[in-house]
């Protein structure tokens, strides 16, 4: 059964109140390509696999762009993974959950979250093949040391490596942790890092 979190308004208003908090620190920068002032540029999503009724703020992704070169600067975020269309709460635990499952556990994770069986496979690949080969990875995997982590086990591993006794906690740290991979990161050093 998925955790009650996933659908509860509460969890992702916290979500929420994190990307402000993102984008109000991205907001002080100035753009990385020609250092000009940027502007506040937000944009409609229309994610996927979260609560029915949750308000239009939810569906608000936080983006920039710059006064001169026009360039959009979209900050990381903890509720939207780059362009996936799915929350990426969801996509996080729903692929945690998938790991060896049986085929009717798989259609039932289906079921619960909306996405067909061909967008689980593409999940899974994602984690297998692309994540597993970033540089992201390669840190945490030392860090925590998941190196003997088998890369169809991700991200349950990687949420179990955190030692975090709560299943909400631990998916909002693998959220934090995913964001330079998924846009544009302000890091307390100043140092600018880029993620698709």
Known sequence: MLP????????????FSFDEDLAKEARLASCPH?????????????P????????DEFTCRFSFCCSVCRKRLTPASLRFLGRKVY???VMVLISAMLGDASPRRRRRLSEICGADARTLGRWR????????????WKYLSASFALAWASNTSLPRQLLK????????????????????????????????????
């Open 125 to 136: 690949k994602w984690w297998a093949e692309t994540f597993s080969q970033t540089n992201l």
């Open 161 to 196: 490596g955190l030692k975090i006794s709560s299943l909400q906690e631990a998916l909002r740290e693998v959220l934090r942790l995913l964001r330079p991979l998924f846009g544009w990161v302000r890091a307390s050093t100043s140092t600018l890092f880029y993620g698709r």
């Open 87 to 89: 929350f990426g709460s």
């Open 48 to 55: 996927r696999g979260g609560p029915d009724s949750l308000d």
């Open 34 to 46: 020609c250092q000009a002032p940027i502007h506040q540029a937000n944009f409609t999503r229309k």
């Open 4 to 15: 009650r979190f996933l659908g509860d308004r509460k969890f992702y208003s916290l979500l």
